[in-house]
T-cell receptor, first 117, second 114 residues
Framework: AQTVTQSQPEMSVQEAETVTLSCTYD???????LFWYKQPPSRQMILVIR??????QNATENRFSVNFQKAAKSFSLKISDSQLGDAAMYFC??????????????FGTGTRLQVTL | GAVVSQHPSWVICKSGTSVKIECRSL??????MFWYRQFPKQSLMLMAT?????????EQGVEKDKFLINHASLTLSTLTVTSAHPEDSSFYIC??????????FGPGTRLTVT
């Protein structure tokens, strides 16, 4: 079974600074997807970024980028120019590349990000 | 992105009664829907996966007779908590996916059982 580990329960960053959230995973599969989701106080889950394992290039979405190290099974999220609205719980998630429609997300335990002035 | 709605957003019910939560995909057809439970300050725990027209597949430890899931159409899934008890109080989140594409989440339903 796949596991996702987020070793940082809480992180803090000053506004306009950069912060990196860590995530490691364990799998024996070669085809899979990795995700970062944001859950603000409203509790609405929002997809931040997605990475396909077969792609060597790290995914980027505006101020959000990942450092995907497939051999090390590491998938960290970098948030640049942090904003107050980035304060939220961040979940790393894994999904098998199995094309079966039942393939499901496995979530990490989450990292709570505080953004200070 | 695609929109998934949930209704109600918050429900209070008395112990022993049943409550139904609806999950709708508003602008796409959801071949697969997922139901999660989330306790305060914890991660999402998958309860069950359902494909349209099929019986739901429940995760280990989830009572299928207590948490009834119906996925009758490509845009609607329901979760019914039967004979609810205070320990069923939680935040329930549904998620929907079309084929192998992106998975979208509803805004969640807070259930309080008194």
């Amino acid at each position: 079974a796949q596991t996702v580990t987020q070793s940082q329960p809480e992180m803090s960053v000053q506004e306009a600074e950069t912060v990196t959230l860590s995530c490691t995973y364990d799998t024996s599969e070669s085809d899979y997807y990795l995700f970062w989701y944001k859950q603000p106080p409203s509790r609405q889950m929002i997809l931040v970024i997605r990475q396909e394992a077969y792609k060597q290039q790290n995914a980027t979405e505006n101020r959000f980028s990942v450092n995907f190290q497939k051999a090390a099974k590491s998938f960290s999220l970098k948030i640049s120019d942090s904003q107050l609205g980035d304060a939220a719980m961040y979940f790393c998630a894994y999904r098998s590349g199995d094309t079966g429609t039942a393939s499901k997300l496995t979530f990490g335990t989450g990292t709570r990000l505080q953004v200070t002035l | 992105g695609a929109v998934v709605s949930q209704h109600p957003s918050w429900v209070i019910c008395k112990s022993g009664t049943s409550v139904k939560i609806e999950c709708r995909s508003l602008d796409f057809q959801a071949t697969t829907m997922f139901w999660y439970r989330q306790f305060p300050k914890q991660s999402l725990m998958l309860m069950a996966t359902s494909n349209e027209g099929s019986k739901a597949t429940y995760e280990q430890g989830v009572e299928k007779d207590k948490f009834l899931i119906n996925h009758a159409s490509l845009t609607l899934s329901t979760l019914t908590v039967t004979s609810a008890h205070p320990e069923d109080s939680s935040f329930y989140i549904c998620s929907a996916r079309s084929g192998i594409h992106e998975q979208y989440f509803g805004p969640g339903t807070r259930l309080t059982v008194t």
